[in-house]
Structure formats: structure tokens, C-alpha cells
T-cell receptor
Framework: NAGVTQTPKFQVLKTGQSMTLQCAQD?????MSWYRQDPGMGLRLIHY???????DQGEVPNGYNVSRSTTEDFPLRLLSAAPSQTSVYFC???????????FGAGSRLTVL | DAKTTQPPSMDCAEGRAANLPCNHS???????VYWYRQIHSQGPQYIIH???NNETNEMASLIITEDRKSSTLILPHATLRDTAVYYC????????????????FGTGTLLAVQP
């Protein structure tokens, strides 16, 4: 039982490049979400999903796309990276109806 | 959606109780109060949650006022390992009803436990 696994842990991009942050969980959790955390700030919700095939926007969705084709995976896509997207990204999952979010270890992204 | 207000930072002596306050004056009757903490650079970790009654687990106690407009997280015997940012958040009801938990985090309280 690995919990929530995020890859890569570190990534450097140039402005305009695209990439995908991967998130996988092996707990059969219905709910998954992505947060970003900037220095000195709390976590801000980007997108979330309540089950396979269902996604919705959070507080700061612009510049990011998500999909949920399986229960286990919830990738976050940056189609054209911008320096403003330099941040630490956390993926989290939770069993529907439960109260506890389980977070991944984070992915640190730098956009030059 | 209910918002929370926390002090940006607090100090506590090692071995003493740490009392972290949170205001949530616009909380709705069916919204829970959750507490998480984030140790430097790690993913947040769940601590405790409650609706109306006080709650206690192996990590902490949660005291919710009778009007539910504020709460206090208590770490009974703080250690250096408890130095972290503590987030008080309120569950937001989603479009899919009770099964959806769109948890919104604020900036939290940085608790510094001093030796």
C-alpha cells in the first residue's frame, strides 16, 4: 500500500513547454485533488475529481487541465508553462464520505 | 463557503500545551471543522475533525465553542517535532452532496516549539 504517489519530485521547464504531473493512489479512493503551494502561502485548490470521468475546477484552475480515466490516476497537465506556475504541487485523495485527505509528497516545479 | 481566520504564528515551549485558535464565524450547521498540519516541505497530515462536540485522539484535542464560531486545537505536550504550519479548514458542500469534500486551505498558523 503505497498511498499517494507523485512523479516527478522535481522538474524544471522553460516557458511554453508542456508537461504532466502524475498522481496515483492505490487505496481505491473516489475523490482526488490537486493543490499548489507558493512560498509563504497556503494550499490552493486547482482541480478535483469525485470519481472516474468526473472533474471540476477549484480556486485556481487557469492554465491547468486534468482528466480522470481511472480511479487510480489523476494527472495534471500544463499545456504551456508560465513562470507564474512555479510552485510546489500536491496531490491528495480521499474515500468518498470519509473525512481524511491523504497527501502525496509533492512535486516541485520551476518554470524559467 | 465558510472561511477561517488563524493567527499567522505562535510560539510554545517544549513540553507545554499548545493552543491554536481558529475563527469560523460564518460556518454552516452541517459543516465540519478539520485540522491538518504541514511539517516543512512535506504534504499536509490530517490531525482531527469535529462538528459540534469536543473531540480527542492520540494526536490532539479539538474544542469547538457552543455557537460553533470558533475552535481551538490543543497539543497537550508539544515537542520539537510538532513545529509545523497548522491549518484549520471547514468542509465545503459540493455539487454532489455529502460525498464531495472540496477542502479549501488558508495560510494557517506557524507553530514554533522552542526547546
Amino acid at each position: 500500500n503505497a498511498g499517494v504517489t507523485q512523479t516527478p519530485k522535481f522538474q524544471v521547464l522553460k516557458t511554453g513547454q508542456s508537461m504532466t504531473l502524475q498522481c496515483a493512489q492505490d487505496m481505491n479512493h473516489e475523490y482526488m485533488s490537486w493543490y499548489r503551494q507558493d512560498p509563504g502561502m497556503g494550499l490552493r485548490l486547482i482541480h478535483y475529481s469525485v470519481g472516474a470521468g468526473i472533474t471540476d475546477q477549484g480556486e485556481v484552475p487557469n492554465g491547468y487541465n486534468v482528466s480522470r480515466s481511472t480511479t487510480e490516476d489523476f494527472p495534471l497537465r500544463l499545456l504551456s508553462a508560465a513562470p507564474s506556475q512555479t510552485s510546489v504541487y500536491f496531490c491528495a485523495s480521499m474515500r468518498s464520505g470519509a473525512n481524511v485527505l491523504t497527501f502525496g509528497a509533492g512535486s516541485r516545479l520551476t518554470v524559467l | 463557503d465558510a472561511k477561517t481566520t488563524q493567527p499567522p504564528s505562535m510560539d510554545c515551549a517544549e513540553g507545554r500545551a499548545a493552543n491554536l485558535p481558529c475563527n469560523h464565524s460564518t460556518i454552516s450547521g452541517n459543516e465540519y471543522v478539520y485540522w491538518y498540519r504541514q511539517i516543512h516541505s512535506q504534504g499536509p497530515q490530517y490531525i482531527i475533525h469535529g462538528l459540534k462536540n469536543n473531540e480527542t485522539n492520540e494526536m490532539a484535542s479539538l474544542i469547538i465553542t457552543e455557537d460553533r464560531k470558533s475552535s481551538t486545537l490543543i497539543l497537550p505536550h508539544a515537542t520539537l517535532r510538532d513545529t509545523a504550519v497548522y491549518y484549520c479548514i471547514v468542509r465545503v458542500a459540493g455539487d454532489y452532496g455529502g460525498a464531495t469534500n472540496k477542502l479549501i486551505f488558508g495560510t494557517g498558523t506557524l507553530l514554533a516549539v522552542q526547546p
